[in-house]
């Protein structure tokens, strides 16, 4: 079955380094892919799309890559700041871009100052 | 401008009991979706109306029902309330069925007991 994983266990950074998050998909290709955050009580908020056609996407501080070969998207924030801080989920859309969204568990990232 | 709206907040119901979750979104799109994410898990989908008038069965509809009211408003119905169905429930809505974006609410926390 279509599956998106991401990395479970939280990410932990000092506050100015690149945080890197990591999407990998399993048995099919989406048509895209898809970056939200998620503070705790609140529901998700989009952040990026990328397609499959795309390399690489930015957005301020954020960027967004996709490698269609290796099955993977990573999600880039530079010069983190606390306020980063939060849970970043990864969801694909699926054939012909159509938005029946799969997301992935989410990765929680927490910026120390 | 409020965005999508989700009523109520908090909900606790005993086993076999039955309730209506409310969403409405005031950014006239097309496209109305209902998620649940439980711990550890991806929000998973449960129903979705790609426009006004239909509605299409997600990948876990059962126990559920819903209504697209008109274009502002997309019911969630629990007809008989199990524990399994203690989750997080989130309304969201996008421009298009397509590549596009979802615009989440803040989800109403239910617990079935």
């Given at each position: 079955s279509q599956k998106i994983e991401q990395n479970s266990e939280a990410l932990n950074i000092q506050e100015g380094k690149t945080a890197t998050l990591t999407c990998n998909y399993t048995n099919y290709s989406p048509a895209y892919l898809q970056w939200y955050r998620q503070d705790p009580g609140r529901g998700p908020v989009f952040l990026l799309l990328i397609r499959e056609n795309e390399k690489e996407k930015r957005k301020e501080r954020l960027k967004v890559t996709f490698d269609t070969t290796l099955k993977q998207s990573l999600f880039h924030i530079t010069a983190?700041?606390?306020?980063?801080s939060a849970t970043y989920l990864c969801a694909s859309g699926g054939s012909g871009g159509y938005n029946k969204l799969i997301f992935g568990a989410g990765t929680r990232l927490a910026v120390h100052p | 401008n409020a965005g999508v709206t989700q009523t109520p907040k908090f909900q606790v119901l005993k086993t076999g009991q039955s309730m209506t979750l409310q969403c409405a979104q005031?950014?006239?799109?097309?496209s109305m979706y209902w998620y649940r994410q439980d711990p550890g898990m991806g929000l998973r989908l449960i129903y979705y109306s790609a426009s006004e008038g239909t509605t299409d069965k997600g990948e876990v509809p059962n126990g559920y029902n819903v209504s697209r009211?008109?274009?502002?408003e997309f019911s969630l119905r629990l007809e008989s309330a199990a524990p399994s169905q203690t989750s997080v429930y989130f309304c969201a809505s996008s421009d298009s069925v397509y590549n596009s974006p979802l615009h989440f609410g803040n989800g109403t926390r239910l617990t079935v007991t």
């Open positions: 983190s700041q606390p306020a980063d | 005031d950014m006239n799109h097309n009211l008109n274009k502002r």
